[in-house]
């Protein structure tokens, strides 16, 4: 079975600074992993995935992750924050073919202040 | 593309009633999914339909709860003889395969238990 921690549970960022949400996965075969962002009372909204190729993935409004299969991280950045990123930002992972299903992290809440 | 809609957005029920969500999922998705998400936690898998069949249910999923996609379109997830504990958001998502891996995410139905 594949799960992921999602190593800090809450990040405050000063606006226009760069931030990183770091998440580390198990899994006993290849993964898909995702990044997913929800707004204040809206539904999960996806960043960015991860399936083959290319380990450097660019997602929506800024945001990259990296895919280390050695350190088994799907580590989350961005350069230059807004406010509006203020968000709760889950990592999740979906085993190989035949595994449908994304396990999610706890969650990480992103709060930026001017 | 309408995207994925829950109803009801909200709902606020005694101990012991009986509740129903309904989910309809964008309209070319064959594969449906229930999630539950409490307060600081990200979304737990309770069940998915690949069309009208369930291929895969949570042990988080009691016998209370009971999930249904009749005609392979929209789903319902009841829950009988509601319990405090029951109080979550209940996200539906669907996605289309050959899977990508994107889930879709409708933005919830809230449930409070009294």
């Known amino acids: 079975a594949q799960s992921v921690t999602q190593l800090d549970s809450q990040v405050p960022v000063f606006e226009e600074a760069p931030v990183e949400l770091r998440c580390n996965y198990s899994?006993?075969?290849?993964?898909?992993l995702f990044w997913y962002v929800q707004y204040p009372n809206q539904g999960l909204q996806l960043l960015l995935k991860?399936?083959?190729?290319?380990?450097l993935v660019k997602g929506i409004n800024g945001f990259e992750a990296e895919f280390n299969k050695s350190q088994t991280s799907f580590h989350l950045r961005k350069p230059s924050v807004h406010i509006s990123d203020t968000a709760e930002y889950f990592c999740a992972v979906r085993g190989g073919d035949g595994d449908y299903k994304l396990s999610f992290g706890a969650g990480t809440t992103v709060t930026v202040r001017a | 593309d309408t995207g994925v809609s829950q109803d009801p957005r909200h709902k606020i029920t005694k101990r012991g009633q009986n509740v129903t969500f309904r989910c309809d999922p964008i309209?070319?998705?064959?594969?449906l999914y229930w999630y539950r998400q409490t307060l600081g936690q990200g979304p737990e898998f309770l069940t998915y339909?690949?069309?009208?069949?369930?291929?895969?249910k949570s042990r988080l999923l009691s016998d209370r709860f009971s999930a249904e996609r009749p005609k392979g379109s929209f789903s319902t997830l009841e829950i009988q003889r509601t319990e405090q504990g029951d109080s979550a958001m209940y996200l539906c998502?669907?996605?289309?395969?050959?899977?990508?891996?994107?889930?879709?995410f409708g933005e919830g139905s809230r449930l409070t238990v009294l």
């Open positions: 309209s070319e998705h064959n594969r």
């Open positions: 339909f690949q069309n009208e069949a369930q291929l895969e």
């Open positions: 998502a669907s996605s289309l395969i050959p899977v990508t891996g994107e889930l879709f």
């Open positions: 991860y399936l083959s190729g290319s380990t």
């Open positions: 899994s006993s075969v290849s993964v898909y």
